[in-house]
Antibody, heavy 121, light 110 residues
Framework: EVQLVESGGGLVQPGGSLRLSCAAS????????MNWVRQAPGKGLEWLSL????????YYADSVKGRFTISRDDAKNSLYLQMNSLRAEDTALYYC??????????????WGQGTLVTVSS | QSVLTQPPSVSAAPGQKVTISCSGS????????VSWYQQLPGTAPKLLIY???KRPSGIPDRFSGSKSGTSATLGITGLQTGDEADYYC???????????FGSGTKVTVL
């Protein structure tokens, strides 16, 4: 059974840093592209970043580019999101999601339950 | 504002049908496959449709997807109270080099 479990969320002051983790199990983690997606309270989904299974290709949303860094450790079956210079508007539930890539497209087929990040003084 | 536009809400009586539109452009929907996600209250999103019209294992055939040009549509037939949720479309945008979600549509069963 595919499982994605996020951790590392919490309360942080504006300008602070936080590192989120996503522990994967039930599939060969190294074979899959992985994503971070967030959802602010009462708002819609916002895709943040993806890292290809090679680890060498990475994309970011403009809203987090230069502040957030995605990484992976295939030996530990883990995905990470280093978040720096946090702002109040980064307050959200942060999900990791697996991409299933076929010859035609990549779609987010499994999601974790999320970890809550609150940025407030 | 989202790159992909969805109606904020749709509603219908139990057993009826609803459709949710997702409007984009040539850089996203027009040249890439669309996925749809269902988010039940208080839960994580769940993949409902991928590659415009394909259903993952376990998704009932009451849910269907289609795409034409720069728009995609999710259909739900035989509406049930358990279908009350937020629904999001998503696809890659090759101009922005980002994945984009629609603004989301809340389905209410009257």
């Amino acid at each position: 059974e595919v499982q994605l479990v996020e951790s590392g969320g919490g309360l942080v002051q504006p300008g602070g840093s936080l590192r989120l983790s996503c522990a994967a199990s039930g599939f060969t983690f190294s074979n899959y592209e992985m994503n971070w997606v967030r959802q602010a309270p009462g708002k819609g989904l916002e895709w943040l970043s993806l890292i290809k299974n090679s680890g060498t290709t990475i994309y970011y949303a403009d809203s987090v580019k230069g502040r957030f860094t995605i990484s992976r450790d295939d030996a530990k079956n883990s995905l990470y999101l280093q978040m720096n210079s946090l702002r109040a508007e980064d307050t959200a539930l942060y999900y990791c999601a697996r991409s299933q890539c076929t010859s035609t497209s990549c779609f987010r087929d499994y999601w974790g339950q999320g970890t809550l990040v609150t940025v407030s003084s | 504002q989202s790159v992909l536009t969805q109606p904020p809400s749709v509603s219908a009586a139990p057993g009826q049908k609803v459709t949710i539109s997702c409007s984009g452009s040539t850089s996203n929907i027009g040249n890439h496959y669309v996925s749809w996600y269902q988010q039940l209250p208080g839960t994580a999103p769940k993949l409902l449709i991928y590659d415009n019209d394909k259903r993952p294992s376990g998704i009932p055939d009451r849910f269907s997807g289609s795409k034409s040009g720069t728009s995609a549509t999710l259909g739900i037939t035989g509406l049930q109270t358990g279908d009350e949720a937020d629904y999001y479309c998503g696809t890659w945008d090759s101009s922005l080099s980002v994945y984009v979600f629609g603004s989301g549509t809340k389905v209410t069963v009257l």
